[in-house]
Protein backbone atom coordinates (compact mmCIF):
# COMPACT_ATOMS: atom_id res chain seq x y z
CA UNK A 1 0.00 0.00 0.00
CA UNK A 2 1.81 3.05 -1.06
CA UNK A 3 1.05 6.38 0.97
CA UNK A 4 -0.57 9.25 -0.60
CA UNK A 5 1.72 12.74 -1.39
CA UNK A 6 2.49 15.27 0.52
CA UNK A 7 -0.05 18.17 0.52
CA UNK A 8 1.01 21.75 -1.82
CA UNK A 9 1.11 23.43 1.40
CA UNK A 10 3.27 21.01 3.19
CA UNK A 11 6.10 23.58 3.60
CA UNK A 12 4.11 26.55 6.01
CA UNK A 13 5.78 29.34 6.49
CA UNK A 14 5.81 29.25 10.53
CA UNK A 15 7.64 25.63 9.82
CA UNK A 16 11.07 25.58 11.89
CA UNK A 17 13.77 25.79 9.82
CA UNK A 18 17.05 24.21 10.26
CA UNK A 19 19.92 26.39 12.18
CA UNK A 20 22.59 26.74 9.43
CA UNK A 21 25.12 29.25 12.35
CA UNK A 22 25.94 30.08 15.76
CA UNK A 23 27.30 32.52 17.38
CA UNK A 24 27.36 32.70 21.29
CA UNK A 25 23.68 32.28 22.14
CA UNK A 26 22.86 33.56 18.15
CA UNK A 27 21.63 31.04 15.66
CA UNK A 28 20.14 31.75 12.47
CA UNK A 29 18.46 29.80 9.97
CA UNK A 30 17.79 31.04 6.37
CA UNK A 31 15.48 33.87 7.52
CA UNK A 32 15.21 34.31 10.92
CA UNK A 33 17.35 35.09 13.96
CA UNK A 34 16.98 32.91 17.05
CA UNK A 35 17.98 34.46 20.50
CA UNK A 36 17.46 33.01 23.92
CA UNK A 37 14.58 35.38 24.50
CA UNK A 38 12.78 35.48 20.85
CA UNK A 39 13.23 35.39 16.79
CA UNK A 40 13.75 37.91 14.40
CA UNK A 41 13.75 38.28 10.71
CA UNK A 42 17.14 38.53 9.00
CA UNK A 43 16.34 41.27 6.59
CA UNK A 44 18.44 44.18 7.41
CA UNK A 45 20.18 43.33 10.14
CA UNK A 46 23.80 44.75 10.78
CA UNK A 47 26.20 42.53 12.47
CA UNK A 48 29.28 43.71 14.74
CA UNK A 49 32.03 41.82 15.45
CA UNK A 50 34.21 43.31 18.81
CA UNK A 51 37.72 41.34 19.24
CA UNK A 52 37.99 42.08 23.11
CA UNK A 53 41.21 39.34 23.13
CA UNK A 54 44.83 39.79 24.46
CA UNK A 55 47.52 37.57 23.47
CA UNK A 56 50.51 37.36 25.52
CA UNK A 57 53.95 35.97 24.75
CA UNK A 58 56.08 34.90 27.66
CA UNK A 59 59.05 32.50 28.32
CA UNK A 60 57.85 29.80 30.36
CA UNK A 61 59.87 29.24 33.77
CA UNK A 62 61.02 25.38 32.51
CA UNK A 63 62.66 27.27 29.29
CA UNK A 64 64.93 29.37 32.07
CA UNK A 65 66.18 26.25 34.64
CA UNK A 66 66.82 24.37 31.78
CA UNK A 67 69.05 27.23 30.17
CA UNK A 68 70.81 27.86 33.46
CA UNK A 69 71.67 24.36 33.99
CA UNK A 70 72.63 23.29 30.19
CA UNK A 71 74.82 26.72 29.85
CA UNK A 72 77.13 24.77 32.82
CA UNK A 73 77.39 21.95 30.61
CA UNK A 74 77.84 23.91 26.95
CA UNK A 75 76.14 26.94 25.37
CA UNK A 76 73.56 25.14 23.72
CA UNK A 77 71.57 25.74 27.09
CA UNK A 78 71.37 29.31 25.71
CA UNK A 79 68.94 27.87 22.90
CA UNK A 80 66.50 27.35 26.06
CA UNK A 81 65.51 30.83 26.02
CA UNK A 82 64.19 31.23 22.25
CA UNK A 83 60.87 28.82 23.64
CA UNK A 84 58.39 31.47 23.70
CA UNK A 85 54.65 30.39 25.47
CA UNK A 86 51.04 32.36 24.09
CA UNK A 87 48.18 33.08 25.86
CA UNK A 88 45.25 34.21 24.48
CA UNK A 89 42.42 35.64 26.90
CA UNK A 90 39.46 37.55 26.41
CA UNK A 91 36.41 37.75 24.58
CA UNK A 92 34.64 38.44 21.37
CA UNK A 93 31.78 40.40 21.19
CA UNK A 94 28.58 39.99 18.31
CA UNK A 95 26.00 42.13 18.15
CA UNK A 96 23.37 42.08 15.83
CA UNK A 97 21.18 45.37 15.72
CA UNK A 98 17.94 45.68 12.82
CA UNK A 99 14.28 47.05 13.12
CA UNK A 100 13.50 46.06 16.25
CA UNK A 101 16.13 43.83 17.25
CA UNK A 102 19.57 44.46 19.41
CA UNK A 103 21.06 41.73 20.83
CA UNK A 104 24.47 41.37 22.10
CA UNK A 105 26.31 38.33 23.42
CA UNK A 106 30.20 37.88 24.60
CA UNK A 107 32.24 34.17 23.51
CA UNK A 108 35.20 33.44 25.13
CA UNK A 109 38.50 33.05 23.56
CA UNK A 110 41.47 30.88 24.05
CA UNK A 111 43.31 30.96 20.71
CA UNK A 112 43.43 33.12 18.00
CA UNK A 113 41.82 30.62 16.03
CA UNK A 114 39.01 30.58 17.68
CA UNK A 115 38.57 34.50 17.05
CA UNK A 116 39.05 33.96 13.43
CA UNK A 117 36.22 30.99 13.40
CA UNK A 118 33.90 33.53 15.08
CA UNK A 119 34.40 35.99 12.95
CA UNK A 120 34.27 33.87 9.47
CA UNK A 121 30.89 32.70 10.98
CA UNK A 122 29.80 36.38 11.23
CA UNK A 123 30.71 36.72 7.50
CA UNK A 124 28.47 34.28 6.90
CA UNK A 125 25.23 35.60 8.50
CA UNK A 126 26.08 38.56 6.72
CA UNK A 127 26.20 36.66 3.49
CA UNK A 128 22.89 35.49 4.40
CA UNK A 129 21.21 39.25 4.79
CA UNK A 130 22.83 40.16 1.76
CA UNK A 131 21.26 37.42 -0.49
CA UNK A 132 18.36 38.08 1.67
CA UNK A 133 18.07 41.44 0.96
CA UNK A 134 19.30 41.10 -2.72
Not at 8 to 30: H, K
Amino acid sequence: MTQPPPPNNWLEPDRPEPILVSAGDISCTQHRIITPNRSFPLAGTTWIVSNNSVTTESMPTYAVVLAVIFFIFCLLGLLFLLIKERRTTGYVQVTVQGPGVFHSTQIPVSSPAQVLDIEQRVNYIRGLVASYNS
